[in-house]
């Protein structure tokens, strides 16, 4: 399972941190991958990591802002939040597919946002940005 912590309220300008701890399997033989849905919008994949860290796709709405970044060894998954805007709030979710050498670039999984395009999907966790 994927559980994401460090949520909570961030200024425009502020950053914020997001952790997802994985259990149950081995996060280095994954991709993955954040996900967003803000209120009354569509779901948007945010960032993902394939498993080798050259193989990175972020959405253009917080490419040069946010950074996903896995650390293999403890399980864990992050997403550094950097210059927040009021129109990163929502709801963040990380999610993981068993991926390989063969798989296409990482891209493809951001381009899937239900939960069951992915092996595993967090719980969520909210983001507020506001003054």
């Known amino acids: 399972q994927l559980v994401e912590t460090g949520g909570g309220l961030g200024q425009p300008g502020g950053s914020l941190r997001l952790s997802c701890a994985a259990s149950?399997?081995?996060?280095?033989?994954?991709?993955i991958g954040w996900f967003r849905q803000a209120p009354g919008k569509e779901r948007e994949g945010v960032s993902c990591l394939g498993t080798h860290f050259s193989d990175t796709y972020y959405a253009d709405s917080v490419k040069g802002r946010f950074s996903i970044s896995r650390d293999n060894a403890n399980n864990r998954v992050y997403l550094q939040l950097n210059s927040l805007k009021p129109e990163d709030t929502g709801v963040y979710y990380c999610a993981a597919n068993r991926w390989g050498p063969s798989h296409r670039p990482v891209q493809t999984m951001c381009e899937n946002v239900k939960p069951s395009d992915h092996d595993y999907w967090g719980q969520g966790a909210q983001v507020t940005v506001s003054l």
């Open positions: 149950g399997f081995t996060l280095q033989f994954y991709a």
